[in-house]
């Protein structure tokens, strides 16, 4: 299978000469952005772990299709307007395969396939099969995008997903299981990751927003066949359900999506993947919170692991911090 190419290395200006902090450690704009791409990260993190129980409860009066095309053209109007007002245009020619790919298996095909999956299984088991989708990411990235498997990015990782099976098995008491649901679920973790690794190297010609705003399109136009269920649902969903399905477009689609591309242009896709292993221990900390849904003592040590490996797939080595390979 070929790789994915990147763009062909550009004349560039002579560097200039290296500063350094107050603690005298090298400064440079990479080790400056670092800070940014991390905190669009957590915003995403954050949103994402909200969608579940947004799902949750519009997903009780729309079907699983009818519910990805709204939050998708919610998502795509919002996006649109973005874009306009700071006039990015069309990205370029070499951009379009990876946002189309991307747009249909992540924007469309998984929205599609998860919401289904869900309304199948219980919260649990979703969470757990879908949590494989990180492992897939830094496999894909490792054959397609020549991405290293760095020791502590592979430790992480086991550790955290430790954690989202805990979290998982802790939370699959009350509900009911079909073969199709973990089926579908497994779909949307190979989606997911298969969207992300094409995602990737279309950031290296296109911006975030022309990435996100895109991609968000064409996942919509290929939710377009579920048109007339979501007119169907939306005539009779009660009021909340429809505020949660705008809810999934504003914030988890056009915000998090946008902060997701902003950080996956500063890291790589293995370590990007290993950072949503914090998803399950947010959701589980906004279920406390929001819904007073006490936690167990087992799902806790679960979300504990689960942030544990996320920080240690996320930490390099002082040589490595200091040579900032993966930052743009």
């Not at 007002?85 to 790919?101: F, H, N, Q, S, T």
């Not at 008491?173 to 690794?197: D, E, K, R």
Request: aromatic residues 8%; hydrophobic residues 55%.
């Amino acid at each position: 299978m070929a790789k994915f190419s990147a763009p062909r290395a550009q004349a560039r200006p002579a560097a200039p000469a290296v500063t350094t902090d107050a603690s005298g450690t090298p400064d440079s704009p990479a080790r400056r952005a670092q800070p940014l791409a991390l905190a669009a990260a957590g915003v995403t993190v954050v949103l994402w772990a909200s969608a579940f129980v947004s799902i949750r409860s519009a997903g009780e009066a729309y079907a699983p299709g009818a519910l990805a095309l709204g939050r998708l053209l919610t998502g795509s109007l919002v996006l649109v307007a973005i874009l306009l007002i700071r006039r990015e245009g069309l990205p370029p020619r070499a951009a379009w395969p990876g946002i189309v790919v991307s747009g249909l298996l992540w924007f469309g095909g998984y929205s599609v396939v998860l919401n289904w999956g869900e309304q199948l299984v219980d919260a649990g088991t979703a969470s757990l099969v879908v949590n494989i989708a990180p492992l897939l990411m830094a496999l894909l990235a490792f054959r397609l995008l020549g991405e290293k498997l760095a020791p502590r990015l592979l430790t992480g990782m086991a550790v955290s997903f430790a954690g989202a099976v805990v979290v998982g098995l802790s939370m699959a008491g009350g509900g009911s299981t079909s073969v199709l649901g973990v089926l579908l679920c497994l779909v949307a973790a190979v989606a997911y990751a298969g969207g992300v690794v094409a995602q990737k190297p279309t950031l290296a010609y296109a911006t975030p927003l022309q990435v996100t705003t895109y991609g968000a399109l064409i996942g919509a136009v290929g939710c377009l066949p579920f048109g007339w269920q979501l007119v169907q649902d939306a005539a009779h969903a009660p009021l909340s359900a429809t505020l949660n399905m705008v809810y999934l477009g504003v914030f988890p689609t056009a915000l998090a999506f946008t902060t997701w591309a902003y950080a996956l242009a500063r890291t790589t896709a293995s370590r990007m993947g290993a950072t949503t292993y914090a998803v399950p221990a947010i959701v589980v900390l906004m279920a406390w919170l929001l819904l007073d849904e006490i936690p167990g003592p087992l799902t806790l040590a679960g979300g504990v692991l689960c942030l544990a490996g996320v920080a240690v797939a996320r930490s390099r080595s002082r040589r490595v911090q200091d040579q900032l390979p993966e930052a743009a």
